[in-house]
């Protein structure tokens, strides 16, 4: 999984873009363009991990700020990571699963803190 943050000036830098008239281009990215700092979660096939990216965007309307919104989602991160290496993931975890996260954040703190690899910008 790849995370990457909504960033306007972004897509602007990337230029024209193919068989779209930047017109067009404009009025569509203010029609449907996420908040600015709004992460994006994407699996290997570039496509967008549900529920998060659903709960993203909700955090993103309900206008948290970029910076918080940063933190939730390395913790997102830190979850699904720790999910997958029990041999789960986040529609089959339970109770049980979400306080054992808990109590390994809490415990291992410098183990947690910090980017993780393959996060970056996304238009």
Request: no cysteine; aromatic share 8%; hydrophobic share 45%.
């Amino acid at each position: 999984m790849r995370l990457y943050f909504a960033s306007h000036r972004a897509v602007w830098r990337v230029g024209d873009v193919a068989g779209i008239d930047r017109s067009l281009l404009a009025g569509a990215l203010e029609r449907y363009r996420l908040p600015a700092g709004t992460p994006v979660l994407l699996d290997e096939a570039m496509r967008p991990v549900e529920p998060v990216s659903s709960w993203f965007r909700s955090l993103a309307l309900a206008r948290r700020d970029a910076k918080s919104m940063r933190a939730y989602a390395y913790t997102v991160l830190m979850l699904l990571g720790f999910l997958q290496a029990r041999g789960t993931d986040l529609r089959s975890a339970t109770e049980m699963d979400i306080l054992q996260f808990r109590q390994w954040r809490r415990e291992d703190t410098e183990g947690t803190v910090g980017a993780p690899a393959g996060t970056g910008t996304l238009p």
